[in-house]
């Protein structure tokens, strides 16, 4: 198989895992703000983050999931932290799982990140409950 037709198998892999975690409704708004601009980098995400490493046995979406909210919590990626605790709803990862790896985040990163970690979850969850109980969000 040629790097070409490896690059492309790695995409759709990578979008039927990005799809499976983030959801059709988060995709499809991505894909449909892509321009001429980020199109290689929109490619890049899709083949090496979703299509390489989502995407390989070892870990499930529950355990990738855990592990990225605390490397982004620890990070202060503030808006991918909210995207992916509301990926939880498809990944398996509890309420439980989101404050234990935020506790972690406290001890090996620092209270300030895990505090705003906490505060964007209790956010999503407030709205996640209000979509789930019939509100507009």
């Known amino acids: 198989m040629d790097e070409v037709s490896k690059n492309e198998t790695r995409y759709r892999a990578g979008l039927t895992v990005r799809r499976s975690v983030l959801g059709d409704p988060h995709v499809d708004r991505s894909e449909d703000a892509v321009t001429d601009f980020d199109r290689p980098f929109q490619e890049l ?28 919590a620890a990070l202060g990626h503030d808006e991918e932290v909210a995207m992916h605790v509301r990926a939880t709803a498809n990944t398996g990862a509890s309420r439980d799982d989101i404050r234990e790896a ?7 990163a ?28």
Not at 102 to 108: D, K, S
Not at 110 to 132: H, L, Q, T, W
Request: hydrophobic content about 50%; proline content about 3%; overall charge positive.
């Open 45 to 72: 995400i899709t083949e090496a983050a979703w299509g390489t490493v989502w995407a390989r046995p070892g870990f499930s979406k529950r355990e990738r999931s855990i592990v990225t909210l605390a490397l982004l």
């Open 102 to 108: 935020f506790l972690h985040v406290a001890i090996y």
């Open 110 to 137: 620092g209270v300030p990140a895990a505090n705003r970690a906490f505060r964007i979850a209790k956010e999503v969850f407030s709205e996640m409950d209000g979509s789930r109980n019939g509100h507009a969000s």
